[in-house]
């Protein structure tokens, strides 16, 4: 974990959770999970199967666009439209410097989005729960 690297992208993954997940002034909480789930499900699957995994459904695929937004502030070779392509393209890199890259993404997301209020809302899953 890259401590500097977290505190620099905690004002921009706060942005990106504005422009992206923000729904009526609050965030639906669901994306509190997902974004949370995303680190452990790194760890145990593989960076590739995550994303791949992520980026199948249309809520969770939103997180890693936030993802894929914050790796192409850190890095330029980011040319491609999802972290997912980007991954496949660079294949080698999935398991060494990206990973690291991405779940200290991951880590300022999830700091970022705890200071929003949280909604069940807005979230047809959550409901009736």
Aim: glycine share 6%; hydrophobic share 35%; aromatic share 8%.
């Amino acid at each position: 974990m890259n401590r500097k690297r977290i505190e620099r992208l905690i004002p921009e993954a706060m942005g990106q959770i504005k422009t992206k997940l923000l729904d009526k002034g609050k965030v639906p909480k669901i994306y509190d999970g997902y974004i949370a789930a995303f680190g452990p499900s790194v760890i145990s699957s593989g960076l590739l199967q995550c994303v791949k995994f992520y980026e199948g459904d249309a809520k969770r695929k939103k997180v890693t666009q936030i993802f894929y937004n914050l790796l192409k502030t850190e890095r330029q070779d980011c040319d491609e439209n999802s972290l997912d392509a980007f991954l496949e393209k660079n294949k080698h890199y999935a398991d060494f410097g990206i990973r690291r890259e991405i779940l200290d993404i991951a880590v300022a997301c999830k700091l970022a989005v705890r200071t929003f209020e949280l909604t069940n809302d807005s979230d047809d899953e959550t409901k009736g729960s």
